[in-house]
């Protein structure tokens, strides 16, 4: 396994996550396509510091800091998604219509 | 220590507020107390920051720099808090608004100063990390905020779709930041700008950036990436509606210019052209759109676009002159954006903010209509209005380095602007109301405040003092 593997993966994943967050239609499923982007950017840090980097320790902590501030992010996204349920009794983007314009 | 005092004194504000609320419950919400700290601490704030020394510059716990540039942005962000904290005071009253009322005022008045520390983390980063933090910290709780309104199904949407379009732009930024981590080998400014220097046509850094100007075009509102702003501005309480147009474009753009200038320095002539198109699309996009509104909120969202269209255009420029024409067009823009906020809050107290709302307000509120009057101008850029100065500073940063035709393009697109800022007008002054009206009720915090913005607007037009003072700091 070589760099260019890490990113060729990790480019794949964020294609990926673009692709599930432009055609899922439930609410949740575009939350896990935002993970999936997410970790792809993790796979991309790691690489870069077990390959290339000059300060891997860098590198490595900053996966855990992204792991934290997504988990706070989704906390927050699943409070607005219940909320939203709460409201419109479907968890389907296509509901998302009244303000438009 | 001197030079962080306002950083640890808005962090010790946003705890007592908080602990302030978990100590008397029930009673906190419905009393004024947390409001009146959080307004006077807030000012206190500002005027520390004021006093502070802005040609020194000190580096803390190997992360945290404050340099004069970094106190300016500051002074923004603080002022923007201040006037939204102002601002949010009807709305957690009864009768205040016609889409009812706000609960839980604190926790409120908290989000908005943790959101405000998030801004001064961006602004006083040295590394990715931090910067990625200070982000986060930053726009985080502006989801929560446009959804605050729990029992309205559109700030519930608003929400919805501000947090999908975050989150996507989140991961997008990551992507730009390891791949200049990838290119740099650390996170450092130091670090990367050295990577930048020797090899500016390293592909991996084209990438990054190119990552990175898109995650940030979803905060900043730039064109392929504007299209739920219309939508988030529309649904979200109208005090966060101006949190989110002035702070979190402001935080946006400081960040871009802490990038372009600094680490990205080398790239800038790559990087020129780019902004250039982004700024072109975007002022256009922002003003076609504004043609065709009926509600005033949707209409501020695509004003303030092409605002952001503007001072993009003048990242094209040189460090020095970018940095003091922008810092001034966001003070200016701040005064005039939270100017037609406060009027907005007047017109929602008993009905919807729409066009037909400003009816008649030319023969029952004359002054009011006048500071409307006064506001658009100085955002359609007329002299001797501020926002004419700030529009010229930012012309001839981009004049400089001889972008001649975006400088006419912008020209011709501010025009338009005009237009549909006359529209507005129109409404005030010349149409009829279908049904005679009351005039509007102004409480003293909306006198106050109207008047301390409309002072500001004129007098930072007419007297230089002020921009020459953040041109002095930027040297």
């Known amino acids: 396994m070589t760099l260019s593997h890490c990113i060729t993966l990790s480019l794949i994943l964020c294609a990926i996550g673009v692709y599930g967050i432009l055609t899922r239609r439930n609410l949740i499923g575009i939350l896990l396509s935002v993970e999936v982007i997410l970790n792809g950017a993790n796979i991309n840090f790691a690489a870069f510091a077990h390959f290339k980097a000059t300060d891997p320790t860098a590198g490595a902590i900053f996966p855990i800091f992204v792991m934290a501030v997504s988990a706070c992010e989704m906390a927050v996204a699943l409070a607005i998604i219940i909320s939203m349920y709460r409201r419109k009794k479907r968890l389907d983007v296509s509901r998302l219509e009244e303000l438009n314009g | ?475």
């Open chain 2, 1 to 475: 220590m001197t030079l962080l005092l306002p950083d640890l004194l808005l962090l010790l504000l946003a705890a007592l507020i908080l602990a302030f609320d978990l100590y008397k419950g029930e009673e906190a919400s419905s009393s004024n107390v947390t409001f009146h700290i959080c307004w006077i601490g807030l000012m206190t704030i500002f005027f520390v920051l004021l006093g502070l020394p802005y040609d020194e510059q000190a580096l803390y716990l190997g992360g945290y720099q404050v340099t004069g540039i970094s106190l300016l942005f500051k002074q923004i962000f603080v002022l923007s808090a201040f006037l939204t904290v102002l601002l949010s005071k009807p709305y957690f009253t009864p009768g205040g608004n016609y889409r009812g009322i706000l609960q839980y005022r604190s926790e409120f008045l908290f989000i908005i100063l943790l959101c405000t520390f998030g801004m001064f983390t961006v602004v006083s980063a040295v590394d990715l990390l931090t910067l990625f933090i200070g982000m986060e910290l930053a726009t985080i709780p502006l989801y929560i905020l446009s959804g605050y309104q729990k029992e309205d199904r559109l700030s519930v949407e608003a929400s919805t779709k501000y947090i999908i379009m975050g989150s996507l732009s989140t991961g997008l930024l990551l992507f730009g930041y390891s791949f200049l981590y990838g290119c740099a080998g650390s996170l450092t400014f130091e670090a990367i700008a050295a990577a930048c220097t020797a090899n500016p046509d390293e592909p991996l850094l084209k990438l990054g950036v190119l990552f990175v100007l898109a995650s940030i075009g979803f905060k900043l509102t730039l064109f392929p990436f504007h299209m739920w702003a219309p939508d988030v501005y529309d649904g979200a309480p109208s005090p966060v509606t101006a949190f989110i147009s002035v702070s979190s474009k402001a935080v946006a753009i400081a960040f871009l210019l802490i990038l372009v200038y600094g680490p990205l320095a080398a790239m800038h002539s790559y990087l020129q052209p780019i902004l250039l198109v982004l700024a072109a699309a975007t002022m256009t996009v922002g003003n076609l759109g504004a043609l065709k509104q009926q509600r005033l909120r949707r209409f501020m969202a695509y004003s303030s676009i092409a605002q952001a269209g503007y001072i993009i255009m003048a990242m094209a420029g040189n460090a020095e002159a970018a940095y003091s024409s922008i810092i001034f067009y966001l003070f200016v823009y701040a005064a005039a954006n939270y100017a037609i906020f406060f009027i907005l809050s007047i017109i929602g107290r008993n009905g919807e903010e729409n066009l037909s709302g400003l009816r008649g307000m030319g023969k029952k509120n004359p002054v009011l209509a006048a500071v409307l009057m006064l506001t658009l101008f100085s955002l359609a850029g007329i002299p001797p209005l501020a926002g004419f100065m700030g529009k010229f500073l930012l012309f001839a940063a981009a004049a400089q380095e001889g972008y001649y035709a975006m400088v006419v393009f912008a020209a011709l697109n501010s025009t338009i602007s005009l237009y549909y800022y006359l529209l507005l007008m129109k409404e005030a002054y010349i149409t009829q109301p279908k049904s005679s009206k009351k005039p509007l009720r102004l409480d003293s915090i909306q006198k106050t405040s109207l008047a301390f913005l409309t002072f500001a607007m004129v007098f930072a037009g007419i007297l230089p003092v002020f921009s020459s003072n953040i041109l002095a700091v930027v040297q």
